[in-house]
């Protein structure tokens, strides 16, 4: 489950290491015996309130994201920075947490609603200032699908099993999509994590709607400001924890 953990150098260096190694394996894969039908890597800037579990309930976010496809299949990868106020203590909230998620295409169909079967993996590494930190391993199948909307541009499905290092392991379905049309973007995904002994069911939506200014502007490169917002039943797996938060948004596309 995406979550907001953050930056303590020694408890990060180890997972930070497994996925640069990671990407370069992918990298050097792309590179010399795949194709690459789309890539796009953006950093983004947001700030919000009321965001639960968090001194002050507010958030800073600087995130870093790369998405690309293959005809091998593709990978996923982001890392947010988050930073908040001052808690009780007089101690500056910080956290980082990231996640890599490759997929392996199993098989493909033709006028089908299911456009594509995939292998699903996915690593969550992150820590905080508070001390915690966590490496997740989420293994499982999911589906590129067809979905016949105007402006429609991607849309998935994936179910995992994951192994998580702090508490029980659980399941994890996980929705992504992405429309776009005359300029306006909506895109995000659901998570929903269950079967877990240690922790409530937790259902996580994140859409992010955008407005790209870069015809406006006359650019290069797309530049999109709009708004995030987060709802989050159960957060962390806390019964009645359930955060309702929006956050102002501005993205770049290298």
């Given at each position: 489950?995406?979550?907001?953990?953050?930056?303590?150098?020694?408890?990060?260096?180890?997972?930070?290491?497994?996925?640069?190694?990671?990407?370069?394996?992918?990298?050097?894969?792309?590179?010399?015996?795949?194709?690459?039908?789309?890539?796009?890597?953006?950093?983004?800037?947001?700030?919000?309130?009321?965001?639960?579990?968090?001194?002050?309930?507010?958030?800073?976010?600087?995130?870093?994201?790369?998405?690309?496809?293959?005809?091998?299949?593709?990978?996923?990868?982001?890392?947010?920075?988050?930073?908040?106020?001052?808690?009780?203590?007089?101690?500056?909230?910080?956290?980082?947490?990231?996640?890599?998620?490759?997929?392996?295409?199993?098989?493909?169909?033709?006028?089908?609603?299911?456009?594509?079967?995939?292998?699903?993996?996915?690593?969550?590494?992150?820590?905080?200032?508070?001390?915690?930190?966590?490496?997740?391993?989420?293994?499982?199948?999911?589906?590129?699908?067809?979905?016949?909307?105007?402006?429609?541009?991607?849309?998935?499905?994936?179910?995992?099993?994951?192994?998580?290092?702090?508490?029980?392991?659980?399941?994890?379905?996980?929705?992504?999509?992405?429309?776009?049309?005359?300029?306006?973007?909506?895109?995000?995904?659901?998570?929903?994590?269950?079967?877990?002994?240690?922790?409530?069911?937790?259902?996580?939506?994140?859409?992010q709607l955008k407005y790209n200014l870069q015809e406006v502007l006359g650019i290069d490169n797309r530049l999109e400001v709009g708004m995030e917002y987060s709802y989050w039943k159960n957060k962390y797996g806390v019964d009645?924890?359930?955060?309702?938060a929006a956050s102002a948004l501005v993205k770049f596309h290298f």
């Amino acid at each position: 489950m995406r979550d907001h953990l953050s930056i303590n150098l020694p408890l990060i260096t180890k997972p930070l290491t497994c996925v640069l190694v990671a990407m370069a394996a992918f990298g050097a894969i792309s590179s010399a015996q795949a194709k690459v039908l789309f890539t796009d890597t953006s950093i983004s800037a947001l700030y919000g309130t009321d965001y639960e579990l968090v001194p002050q309930e507010t958030l800073t976010t600087v995130t870093l994201e790369h998405a690309s496809s293959h005809n091998w299949g593709g990978v996923f990868f982001f890392v947010d920075r988050h930073q908040g106020k001052e808690d009780t203590a007089g101690k500056e909230f910080k956290e980082t947490y990231g996640e890599l998620a490759p997929k392996l295409k199993l098989a493909t169909y033709d006028n089908s609603f299911i456009k594509q079967v995939n292998l699903a993996g996915q690593y969550e590494f992150g820590s905080n200032s508070n001390g915690f930190s966590q490496d997740n391993y989420l293994v499982g199948v999911g589906a590129d699908l067809n979905i016949p909307i105007p402006g429609m541009k991607y849309a998935s499905a994936s179910i995992y099993h994951a192994f998580n290092e702090n508490t029980d392991d659980d399941q994890q379905v996980t929705l992504t999509y992405g429309w776009e049309k005359n300029n306006f973007v909506v895109d995000g995904y659901v998570d929903y994590s269950f079967n877990n002994d240690d922790a409530k069911n937790q259902l996580h939506i994140n859409p992010q709607l955008k407005y790209n200014l870069q015809e406006v502007l006359g650019i290069d490169n797309r530049l999109e400001v709009g708004m995030e917002y987060s709802y989050w039943k159960n957060k962390y797996g806390v019964d009645g924890v359930d955060q309702n938060a929006a956050s102002a948004l501005v993205k770049f596309h290298f």
